[in-house]
């Protein structure tokens, strides 16, 4: 058979360029790819980077789908069908609201594709495929591949240096995917000695590990990084990991002594009870302030997640916030609106309040404001969220926020000015196929590396 892998345009908030889209290849796609049987052939197609050709017949159709372009994976979906070719639906979003996505595919896979993908191919080229497939329980660290990076098309992403050591997190705070019913895990590791072989394929010492959470489990973690420092691979590295990494600071000496450069990590929020209200009680907001000491006397930076309009949330929030970053000298912030995913604990809870006022998928980007929040209304809650993006970067800001370690400046700089600032100049070479040349040349300046 040809399988062609889909992964539909995904939708764009006020801040973004056309950098954004381009960051990544999809690791999920590639790991289908790993996954299917070699009689069959495989073609990725990626809507961020280069128009879908839909006049094509492939044998077998993979539609990846996150709430946000859940939409235009319905319509190419249904336009694959009307002309008789299967198409199968995976991803966050079909997974969350598996009746609502059954319409759209002939087959639809819920929870990690891992263990049934080759199920799935070898249903369809029999001509007995099913209308449903589950993940089987409990997925294993070993069940995860080494994803097939040929298949990116050269020049077309910013990084392909993209690593996932682990699925699921401990936690399942009421508005991440986490609180799903179908997550039946709290979270899997692959084996330590895999994730150290595909470092060293990817022809690069700058990674970056985009698990949920690196900390998730903090003895394999601990592992891991003794294994990497063993190795002296001299890396440069970025992960995201939870707040409660102040409770593990042998840890953080670990990661700074692997070439850790900065960590993305899930604050959320300055205000303890918005943060018990959606259930995210690992995190102690009178522990923020030493944990982000700590991270920056080890010479890494901070990438700070933060939501807004949270229930216990009112028009101070914002100015209260921006203090704190600056005074802590944050070198990024990550912010979202508060945002409902279908089939999580917070979307239940609101939608049973007659709270939800926009069932548009396209809007759920945290970028827009769907849902009634409690202490603002609308126009204020949209208001003061981009207001912290245009503050948060500007320039003075980001002089006032200038890191002490002084080899954290180029690439701070980097991200506040040539990503941020004036991301739309940068991503002006994105149309020539460009991008892995400029994350090259960045990585060069940023870490001397290659």
């Not at 299917?36 to 159709?61: M, S």
């Not at 859940?70 to 991803?91: F, K, N, P, S, T």
């Not at 019913?181 to 985009?210: Q, S």
């Amino acid at each position: 058979m040809l399988i062609k892998l889909i992964q539909p345009r995904m939708t764009m908030r006020p801040m973004d360029t056309l950098m954004k889209p381009r960051l990544a290849p999809s690791l999920g796609l590639l790991t289908l790819a790993t996954l299917t049987p070699a009689e069959h052939e495989i073609l990725i197609a990626d809507e961020n980077v280069a128009k879908l050709a839909l006049d094509d017949r492939p044998d077998l159709v993979g539609i990846t789908a996150n709430v946000d372009n859940a939409l235009r994976a319905y319509q190419i979906a249904d336009g694959y069908r009307e002309r008789g070719i299967l198409v199968v639906g995976g991803g966050i979003h079909i997974s969350s609201v598996p009746e609502e996505a059954r319409r759209h595919f002939d087959a639809i896979c819920v929870g990690n594709a891992e263990t049934v993908w080759p199920t799935i191919c070898e249903d369809a080229d029999a001509g007995s495929l099913k209308p449903l497939y589950r993940g089987h329980a409990p997925l294993r660290g070993s069940d995860i591949p080494i994803p097939r990076r040929e298949l990116v098309p050269p020049g077309a992403y910013l990084y392909t240096n993209t690593i996932s050591t682990s699925r699921g997190c401990p936690f399942k705070c009421d508005f991440c995917y986490n609180s799903c019913e179908y997550v039946n895990y709290k979270i899997v590791n692959r084996p330590v000695a895999e994730v150290i072989r595909e470092i060293k394929t990817l022809g690069t010492r700058h990674v970056m590990f985009i698990d949920d959470n690196l900390v998730g489990n903090p003895a394999w973690t601990w592992e891991f990084l003794h294994a990497l420092e063993a190795e002296n691979l001299s890396l440069k590295w970025n992960a995201a990991v939870s707040a409660n990494l102040v409770n593990h600071l042998p840890l953080l000496d670990l990661m700074a002594a692997t070439g850790c450069n900065s960590l993305f990590v899930g604050f959320e929020s300055i205000n303890e009870q918005a943060l018990a209200e959606v259930g995210k009680r690992q995190n102690k907001v009178a522990e923020f302030n030493r944990l982000i000491a700590e991270i920056h006397r080890r010479g890494i930076m901070v990438n700070a997640s933060l939501v807004f309009g949270l229930d216990h949330d009112d028009a101070s929030m914002f100015k209260a916030t921006m203090k704190w970053l600056v005074a802590n000298k944050v070198e990024t912030m990550t912010g979202h609106i508060l945002t409902p995913y279908p089939g999580t604990v917070l979307h239940d809870r609101l939608e049973a309040g007659g709270r939800i006022i926009d069932h548009d998928y396209s809007h759920y980007n945290t970028a827009n404001v769907v849902y009634k929040p409690m202490l603002l209304t609308p126009e204020e809650l949209r208001a003061g969220y981009l207001w912290m993006y245009k503050e948060f970067y500007s320039f003075e800001n980001i002089f006032r926020r200038m890191p002490e370690s002084k080899r954290q400046v180029i690439p701070y700089l980097l991200f506040n000015l040539a990503y941020r600032k004036f991301g739309g100049l940068t991503a002006f070479l994105a149309r020539f196929g460009l991008l892995t040349w400029v994350g090259r040349i960045a990585r060069r300046l940023a870490y001397h590396v290659e």
